[in-house]
C-alpha cells in the first residue's frame, strides 16, 4: 500500500520540484557551459530496482577526458579531473538535482538506496543480503545520512538494508529531514572516496 503510494508522492513532489527549481536549473546550466567544454548532464549506468540497469542523470562536475564507468574513489587522482563548478556542485550536493527526471521517469524513489554503479558487484552482492536491491533506489537514503561517503560497503549494505526493513512514512520523512541537515553541514562528504571511515581507523 505505501508503496503505490509513495510513488505517486514522489513524482508529484518531483514535477513541483522542477517548477519551483527552474531558475537554479537555468543558473547552472549556464555556469557549467561556462566553466568547461562538454554537455551539461552527466548520464551514467546504474543499477535500479530488481538489479534492472537505467542511466542515472547529474549536472556533470568532471572533464570529458575522465575515465568512463569508474568510481571517483578508483580514480588515481579524482581532484584532477573536477572541474571548477563541478566542486562546488558536489560540496553542494546540487550535482544531484536532474535526478528529479529520474524521479519522474520511474528509476528512482525520493528515498531509497543510492542506485550503485552497473560494476560495483560486491556492493550489489552485500545489498542482496538485505533486499536492498529489490526496492527503488532513491534521490537519498539511510546510509546518506548515516555516514555517506565514509561507510565501507558491508555498513553501507546494512544500513540500506534497515531502511527496507522499515521502509514507511515515517521513515521517509526521517531521512529528508536528516538529508538537509547533512547537505548544510556537508557531512560523510569525502572527494573520491568510500569507505574511509574504515580506513581513518586503522
Not at 45 to 60: A, D
Given at each position: 500500500m505505501y508503496v503505490t503510494a509513495k510513488k505517486i508522492i514522489d513524482r508529484i513532489l518531483a514535477l513541483l520540484g522542477m517548477i519551483v527549481l527552474s531558475p537554479v536549473f537555468l543558473i547552472l546550466v549556464a555556469a557549467i557551459?561556462?566553466?568547461s567544454r562538454g554537455p551539461v548532464l552527466f548520464?551514467?549506468?546504474?543499477?535500479?530496482?530488481?538489479?534492472?540497469?537505467?542511466?542515472?542523470?547529474?549536472?556533470?562536475?568532471?572533464?570529458?577526458?575522465?575515465?568512463?564507468?569508474?568510481?571517483?574513489?578508483?580514480?588515481?587522482?579524482?581532484?584532477?579531473y573536477i572541474t571548477k563548478v563541478g566542486r562546488f556542485l558536489r560540496k553542494s550536493?546540487?550535482?544531484?538535482?536532474?535526478?528529479?527526471?529520474?524521479?519522474?521517469?520511474?528509476?528512482?524513489a525520493i528515498v531509497g538506496p543510492r542506485p550503485a554503479l552497473w560494476n560495483q558487484f560486491d556492493l550489489i552482492e552485500e545489498r542482496d543480503k538485505y533486499g536492498a536491491n529489490d526496492v527503488?533506489?532513491?534521490?537519498?537514503?539511510?546510509?546518506?545520512v548515516n555516514g555517506r561517503d565514509e561507510l565501507p560497503i558491508p555498513v553501507k549494505a546494512k544500513l540500506d538494508g534497515e531502511y527496507v526493513e522499515k521502509m514507511g512514512f515515517a521513515m521517509d520523512i526521517r531521512c529528508l529531514v536528516r538529508t538537509v541537515a547533512s547537505v548544510v553541514r556537508q557531512d560523510g562528504v569525502v572527494e573520491g572516496g568510500t569507505g574511509t571511515l574504515e580506513e581513518k581507523k586503522h
Open positions: 557551459k561556462l566553466d548520464r551514467q549506468k546504474r543499477v535500479g530496482i530488481h538489479k534492472t540497469h537505467f542511466h542515472i542523470l547529474k549536472f556533470r562536475t568532471m572533464r570529458i577526458d575522465t575515465p568512463k564507468d569508474m568510481p571517483t574513489h578508483l580514480l588515481e587522482n579524482p581532484e584532477q550536493s546540487l550535482d544531484e538535482l536532474p535526478q528529479i527526471i529520474n524521479i519522474l521517469k520511474g528509476d528512482m527503488l533506489p532513491g534521490l537519498t537514503g539511510w546510509a546518506q
